[in-house]
């Protein structure tokens, strides 16, 4: 690499890792001395103040998003013979735990200005599941990029059938709509600390949101075992889905500076949209959204080769990435399963033209003006 080339990390960690310093340094090793390893305390302390933060009653944390997903489908018992609607354009745990499980996810498109599942088309979905024999269950609606679904819509829907809503929020915690935090939505949210998502951890990690006492009960014995009155009493078949005392004590120094970060992001998400809107159409916020800008994502026009693009500002020492290449709908492993009447167009398209340029909360200005204008020169 030529001197005069910069090296911009996507995410820059290590930006946070220098700003919080030696608190974490001290909680890391304090965890270590108390030798509290599993379900120590800080799991606890960590569950409580995520919870209020999100609005919810219940915050069970958990190893990871997709077995936060997991457990709510244990949790609510979904079966063989039974559809559980995902959008096509997520990330593939979305769908994945569902398939665990023997139940069918059934495909439904998105919305192009907010990247989530198209009301209309889940509509469409249910209709088809209900035609095919399928018994419509459940909906888990994505908040991909870190901006919440159109829950009212989606909500209006899963009540006509009887059906329940879960948010998959893994990248929009710290995010709300209709000044509802996300947490609150949907009968259910799942969430994940995995490093680079908005509040992450060092390692895995995950939580589930609800105010539903006894879905809450049920999963606090999933995640150990499907434990009764001890760990050694089993009374239902559960997993190992601990989140770690260590991973908690990271998070609750993390959590400390998140509101500053979630201000962070969407200034450098406004001096995207500022800097690029001219050039390029800009992400938008729908129905009084906020965003966690778990990415910042722009739309590629059609006369834009993206292999070229990226490899363009890649040149100049700008990273990027592609959230995500394949819908899920033609993923080798989930071609088989039921897709929406009509297909799942937008998610398509957007597979075939997104591209997420660098995005974290200790973004300096001068890097991202060196970005924007790196942009706007490919673009040109
Ligand atoms: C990251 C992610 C998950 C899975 O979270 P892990 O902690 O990596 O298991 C699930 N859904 C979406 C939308 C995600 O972005």
Redo the contacts with the bound molecule.
């Keep these: 690499m030529t001197p005069n080339i910069p090296n911009i990390p996507f995410i820059d960690l290590q930006a946070q890792r220098r700003h919080i310093g030696s608190a974490m340094d001290d909680a890391v090793l304090s965890a270590v001395h108390d030798g509290k390893y599993i379900m120590g305390p800080q799991v606890k302390e960590l569950e409580s103040k995520l919870a209020e933060f999100a609005g919810a009653k219940h915050c069970v944390s958990c190893s990871?998003?997709?077995d936060a997903?997991a457990l709510v489908l244990m949790a609510k018992s979904v079966r063989p013979g039974q559809a559980i609607f995902v959008p096509s354009f997520?990330?593939v745990?979305?769908a994945e735990v569902v398939a665990w499980l023997g139940t069918k996810p059934f495909f439904v498109d998105v919305d192009e200005d907010s990247f989530n599942i198209n009301p209309d088309s889940l509509k469409q979905a249910i209709k088809d599941a209900t035609d095919q024999g399928l018994e419509p269950t459940g909906i888990i609606a994505?908040d991909?990029f870190g901006q919440p679904a159109n829950y009212s819509a989606i909500e209006d829907i899963a009540a006509a059938h009887n059906m329940w809503v879960m948010a998959?929020a893994?990248?929009s915690f710290g995010a709300s709509r209709d000044g509802k935090p996300v947490g609150s939505m949907g009968h259910v949210t799942s969430t994940?600390f995995?490093p680079a998502?908005p509040l992450g951890c060092y390692g895995?990690g995950?939580a589930v949101f609800t105010d539903d006492d006894e879905l809450a009960e049920v999963m606090v014995s999933m995640r150990v075992h499907g434990k009764g009155t001890d760990k050694y009493d089993n009374v239902r078949i559960g997993m190992n889905g601990r989140l770690d005392t260590l991973q908690a004590a990271i998070l609750l120094e993390k959590f400390k500076v998140f509101p500053d970060e979630l201000k962070a992001r969407q200034k450098i998400a406004d001096r995207y949209n500022e800097g690029l809107k001219d050039v390029i159409k800009t992400p938008q916020l729908i129905g009084n959204a906020t965003s966690a800008w778990a990415q910042y994502t722009l739309i590629l026009p059609e006369n834009i080769n993206r292999d070229d693009f990226a490899a363009a500002c890649k040149e100049k020492g700008v990273p990027t990435a592609v959230y995500y290449p394949i819908p899920l709908s033609q993923q080798k492993a989930y071609a088989h399963y039921p897709t929406v009447t009509g297909g799942t167009s937008i998610a398509e398209k957007l597979s075939a033209s997104v591209i997420s340029l660098p995005m974290h909360p200790y973004l300096e200005s001068d890097t991202q003006d060196y970005i924007i204008n790196v942009v706007k020169d490919v673009l040109k």
Excluded: E
């Design positions: 990871n998003g997709t997903l997520t990330f745990a979305t994505v991909l998959d893994a990248q994940s995995f998502k895995d995950g």
